[in-house]
């Protein structure tokens, strides 16, 4: 359940900040699959990934986790 957490923050995140997938998976230096699958909670993102995602939408990953 924790993973469809964090997918669900990373989703609105990205919507709140205007990125498109597309956008936020380049920035963040993954592939558009990849994203799209830790967004809809099939995949996790490891530690090195939520960095730079949260970098990307220029949040910490405190506040991405919500931990």
């Known amino acids: 359940m924790e993973n469809l957490q964090l ?11 205007g ?7 380049s920035g963040s230096g993954i592939s558009l699959a990849v994203l799209g699958a ?3 909670g099939n995949r996790r993102a ?3 990934t939520l960095t730079k995602i949260a970098e990307v939408l220029d949040i910490t990953v405190h506040e991405l986790t919500n931990q």
């Open 7 to 17: 997918a669900q923050r990373i989703r609105a995140f990205r919507k709140l900040k």
């Open 19 to 25: 990125f498109t997938q597309q956008e936020l998976a």
């Open 38 to 40: 830790i967004e809809r």
């Open 46 to 48: 490891d530690e090195q």
